[in-house]
């Protein structure tokens, strides 16, 4: 791939805090995100922390408070939102807002909290299972098609899906173990890795790896598959969990890992002083990320 090429396709993001206590900053924040020129804003999905407010709510007051930049979950629990109203509620967030969301599911983390919610318990290949077959129904109700499915742990007797978005929902999935990166590169416009402190970066050329065969043998081009990376750190900090340093450290450390690691968007996630990390990281490390790939 042409450098110059992969320069322009690469986009960056601002993770949002769901704190319900922090809900007017986090506003503020999300619309400073939009007029900064960002790519993407990040909301986790943790519906069973108190605190937290729900993940597709606070993506509706985002879409409404911001004008351009696009919205997505980071990542949406399918253990706790069946697959068709979470295509609905995807659907309906990308019609209203100009089809500015993208969907990012998982099969669920934290098994205890997921079943504290009344979540049946599911072995681990049947999550794997279960989370192959949602993506194929959410893909199916996404496009507006008739929704009909009958797999080996989902159901769906046939409904008519709708609205359909002015724009392509883009289904992401987040996971690290080997068979969920296998779904990732079979069924998936992308796949969305951890956080650089739980997926460091010398475990991820295997893990690109298994997504690239998996998509290979699904008879799909693996460069297809978008490749994002949450990269936790602060900017001009040391001493915090993740990537720290001044401005040319954070530019040529993600620089790296768009050409050697081959991610190809990078969620930001501060973890002091938000808004003032937010302006030097859209300021001067985006565009010192650009210069540096496309060179």
């Known amino acids: 791939m042409d450098t110059t090429d992969r320069a322009q396709r690469l986009r960056f993001g601002l993770s949002l805090d769901p704190d319900a206590g922090r809900l007017p900053e986090t506003l503020e924040l999300a619309a400073a995100a939009d007029a900064a020129g960002l790519d993407l804003l990040a909301l986790q999905d943790h519906p069973y922390q108190p605190g937290h407010l729900d993940a597709l709510t606070l993506a509706a007051l985002v879409a409404a408070r911001t004008s351009r930049i696009s919205?997505?979950?980071?990542v949406a629990d399918l253990r706790l939102r069946p697959p068709v109203m979470l295509a609905k509620a995807a659907a309906s967030l990308a019609a209203a807002s100009g089809g500015r969301f993208r969907l990012g599911v998982g099969g669920g983390g934290?098994?205890?909290?997921?079943g504290s919610m009344g979540a049946p318990p599911m072995p681990p290949r049947e999550v794997v299972a279960y989370t192959e077959e949602?993506?194929?129904?959410?893909?199916?109700?996404?496009?507006?098609?008739?929704?009909?499915?009958?797999?080996?742990v989902l159901t769906v007797p046939g409904y008519q899906a709708g609205p359909v978005p002015p724009r392509r929902v883009e289904l992401w999935l987040g996971g690290q173990r080997p068979r969920m990166l296998a779904v990732a590169g079979r069924a998936a416009d992308g796949w969305i890795s951890p956080l650089n402190i739980y997926v460091p970066p010398?475990?991820?050329?295997?893990?690109?790896?298994?997504?690239?065969?998996?998509?290979?043998?699904?008879?799909?081009?693996?460069?297809?598959?978008?490749?994002?990376?949450?990269?936790?750190?602060?900017?001009?900090?040391?001493?915090a969990p993740g990537l720290n340093g001044d401005v040319d450290r954070w530019?040529?450390?993600?620089?790296?890992?768009?050409?050697?690691l081959r991610f190809d968007t990078f969620v930001f996630w501060p973890v002091t002083a938000h808004r003032r990390q937010l302006e030097v990281f859209a300021g001067e490390v985006v565009p010192a990320v650009r210069e540096r790939v496309a060179r």
């Open 71 to 74: 919205v997505f979950t980071d």
């Open 110 to 114: 934290i098994p205890e909290a997921i």
């Open 134 to 152: 949602s993506l194929q129904v959410m893909r199916t109700a996404l496009d507006g098609g008739p929704v009909r499915h009958r797999g080996e």
């Open 202 to 239: 010398q475990e991820v050329p295997e893990r690109q790896r298994i997504v690239d065969e998996a998509a290979r043998a699904a008879g799909r081009d693996p460069a297809r598959v978008r490749r994002i990376y949450n990269v936790i750190g602060v900017i001009g900090g040391s001493g």
């Open 251 to 260: 530019a040529d450390t993600l620089a790296e890992w768009a050409t050697a």
